[in-house]
């Protein structure tokens, strides 16, 4: 059998081991595959001993000397390298490849937090509002007040051709209902002021393919 990690995490730009063993098996060749959200899994980088370079993701394949096991080194791994990554082996060159189950790989953002809140209205229905809250740090953000919530990780390009990521997290209420707000560590008690107020902005909910983001947009 291949044994790997069911998974592993780590933080944006901080290197991480994706171990990979297989002690009844003594390998002819060792080959990983990485496989991206929505996709089929794709090759990355075989060897049958030492070490070998692997250009994209940048990193590193190092098999034991008995080559009864791998690691892949990954280097600076960005959001976009998380990915289910698959470890197989060939016992010698007349057999077939045995999978592991895969190692799910995790990256954090590395940010630095300055969180804002946003109370925002939609065009779709007068009575709904949003409640936008960016660039935060989630084990110092309080939102135990709110029952459902949405949350993702958003990266995107800047001018000099970096990338930057950012938390946000948003929640839907009645416009009589709505308490727009959060708890930051740091920071204090954060406030959305209320639309009709003309602090805010509207909700779009139906975006052009066309559409490209910018630096004063958050």
Known sequence: ????????????????????????????SIQWYRQLPGRGPAFLVSAVKGSKEVPDPEGRLSVSAD????????ARPRLGDAAVYYCAVRGSSYTKLTFGTGTRLSVQPHITPSPSVYRLTSEDNKNLEMCLITDYSPEKLDLSSVDSKTETVVEVATSENKHEAS????????????????????????????????????????????????ENLN
């Open 1 to 28: 059998q291949v044994q790997q990690e069911p998974s592993a995490e780590t933080s944006e730009g901080t290197g991480i081991n994706i171990t990979c063993s297989h002690p009844s098996i003594q390998a002819y």
């Open 67 to 74: 080559s009864r096991s791998s690691a892949l080194w990954l």
């Open 167 to 214: 938390y946000l997290s948003t929640y839907w209420a009645k416009k009589d209902e709505m308490q727009c707000g959060a708890k930051h560590e740091g920071f204090g008690i954060l406030k959305g002021d209320d639309p009709e107020a003309g602090a805010s902005t509207v909700c779009i909910t139906g975006m052009s393919l066309l559409f490209k983001t910018d």
